[in-house]
């Protein structure tokens, strides 16, 4: 608990110090309401990790979706698990198994 009370704190600095450049540090968290299990990611916390540019690797911020269809980039879903589970693995924290992220 004390560490995610930390993060958010670190979390809701970055957002201040980014609000000078840009207006949009987009929802705070987003829900992916999939046959698998829904996913709950915390953008806010997650702002607090590391830049922008390590998951919106192009210039916008435009929704993944809109260029990750499988045939302008890879698939979403593939998109998604790379993006994610590389980092929790890399980071040995964030959950790495399906249902850990997938609840139904
Ligand atoms: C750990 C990965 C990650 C980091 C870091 C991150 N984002 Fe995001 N961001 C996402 C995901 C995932 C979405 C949801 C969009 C989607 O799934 O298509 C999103 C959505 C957004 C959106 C809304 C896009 C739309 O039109 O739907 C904005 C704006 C945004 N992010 C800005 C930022 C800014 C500014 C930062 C840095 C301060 C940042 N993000 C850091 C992953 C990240
Ligand atoms: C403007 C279009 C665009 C948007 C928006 C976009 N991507 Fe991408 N992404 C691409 C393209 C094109 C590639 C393929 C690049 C390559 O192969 O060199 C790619 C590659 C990737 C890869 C590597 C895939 C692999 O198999 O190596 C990941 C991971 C990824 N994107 C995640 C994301 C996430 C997460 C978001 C949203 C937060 C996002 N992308 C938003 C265009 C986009
Ligand atoms: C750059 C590294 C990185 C990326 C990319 C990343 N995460 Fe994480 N994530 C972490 C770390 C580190 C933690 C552990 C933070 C903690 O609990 O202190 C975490 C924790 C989580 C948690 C558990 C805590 C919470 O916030 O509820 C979930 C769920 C999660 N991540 C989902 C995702 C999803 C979904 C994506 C892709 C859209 C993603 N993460 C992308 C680093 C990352
Ligand atoms: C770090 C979090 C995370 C983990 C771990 C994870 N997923 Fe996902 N998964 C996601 C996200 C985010 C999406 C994108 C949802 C979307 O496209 O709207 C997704 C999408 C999917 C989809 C596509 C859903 C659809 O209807 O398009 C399937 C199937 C899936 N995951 C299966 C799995 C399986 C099987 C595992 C374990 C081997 C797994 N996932 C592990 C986060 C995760």
């Known amino acids: 608990m004390k560490k995610l009370v930390v993060m958010l704190i670190v979390a809701a600095f970055v957002g201040t110090a980014f609000v ?3 207006s949009d540090n987009g929802p705070a968290e987003v829900k992916y309401e999939v046959k698998m299990g829904t ?3 915390n953008h ?3 702002q607090g990790l590391t830049d922008c540019a390590t998951c919106h690797h192009t210039e916008g911020y435009a929704a993944c979706k809109s260029c990750h269809d499988g045939t302008k980039a890879p698939k979403a879903k593939d998109a998604y698990h790379k993006n994610c589970k590389d980092c929790h693995k890399e980071k040995g ?3 790495t198994k399906c249902k850990e992220c997938h609840v139904k």
């Open 93 to 95: 924290q964030g959950p």
């Open 20 to 22: 000078a450049v840009a």
């Open 39 to 41: 996913v709950t990611f």
């Open 44 to 46: 806010t916390a997650h």
